[in-house]
């Protein structure tokens, strides 16, 4: 998991409060990618983004939640008005290009979303 | 969804060749196969990628058939530390080109 930096690593949130995950890709890397784990499943894509750009949003729910990636700073995901079903893992990764099929993606470990 | 299939879960000895199959027939000719594991809800961990040739980097083999419709994971020496799901994927090129689409995996066991 060369540098992918989430943070925090854990977070709990009531019911209707806002949760904002943040990830810091490789230096240099300018494609970054969520994906969410519920409890004892897979990892499902949620979006792509770019610098600035949003790639590839098809993962994502459609309500509440949404993620940037600025020119500056890490990229963000933000999840509005938290419910129990929203409790998962949500991991980030990063690669320094999407377009090239033979270019890897690192990993961060998780930030680990908990709503109560 | 993904386009690979892998057994759901595999035992080994530790100190013996894991070799974890994985079958993506529907592949095309310029999308890679890429190995992945996740040990135990740490994030995922890159392990190796190729197109058509066989690979080999320090921890593991990837040996692709030659009608790139099948590929194994080799881990010649298997550790207790090698328990872990292992995702075969194949990159989804088109529009939405980088993203890996994860199936289920197959979880190894590692036994002493």
């Known amino acids: 998991n060369a540098g992918v930096m989430q943070n925090p690593r854990h977070l709990v949130r009531r019911r209707g409060q806002e949760a904002r995950l943040r990830c810091s890709p490789v230096?240099?890397?300018?494609?970054v990618y969520w994906y969410r784990q519920l409890p004892e499943e897979g990892l499902k894509f949620m979006v792509y983004?770019?610098?600035?750009?949003?790639?590839?949003e098809s993962g994502m729910p459609k309500e509440r939640f949404s993620a940037e990636f600025p020119k500056e700073g890490p990229s963000i995901l933000r999840i509005q008005q938290v419910v129990r079903g929203d409790s998962a893992a949500y991991f980030c990764?990063?690669?320094?290009?999407?377009?090239?099929?033979?270019?890897?993606?690192?990993f961060g470990q998780g930030t680990r979303l908990t709503v109560v | 969804d993904a386009k690979t299939t892998q057994p759901p879960s595999m035992d080994c000895a530790e100190g013996r060749a894991a070799n974890l199959p994985c079958n993506h027939s529907?592949?095309?000719?310029?999308?890679?196969v890429y190995w992945y594991r996740q040990i135990h809800s740490q994030g995922p961990q890159y392990i190796i990628h190729?197109?058509?040739n066989n690979e080999t980097n320090e921890m593991a083999s990837l040996i692709i058939t030659e009608d790139r419709k099948s590929s194994t994971l080799i881990l010649p020496h298997a550790t207790l530390r090698d328990t872990a799901v292992y995702y075969c994927?194949?990159?989804?090129?088109?529009?939405?080109?980088?993203?890996?689409?994860f199936g289920k995996g197959t979880k190894l066991s590692v036994k002493p």
């Open positions: 994927i194949v990159r989804v090129g088109g529009g939405s080109q980088g993203n890996l689409i």
């Open positions: 190729g197109l058509k």
């Open positions: 529907t592949i095309s000719g310029n999308e890679y």
């Open positions: 983004l770019q610098k600035e750009n949003i790639i590839d």
């Open positions: 230096k240099g890397h300018s494609h």
């Open positions: 990764a990063s690669s320094p290009s999407g377009a090239q099929m033979n270019t890897e993606a690192f």
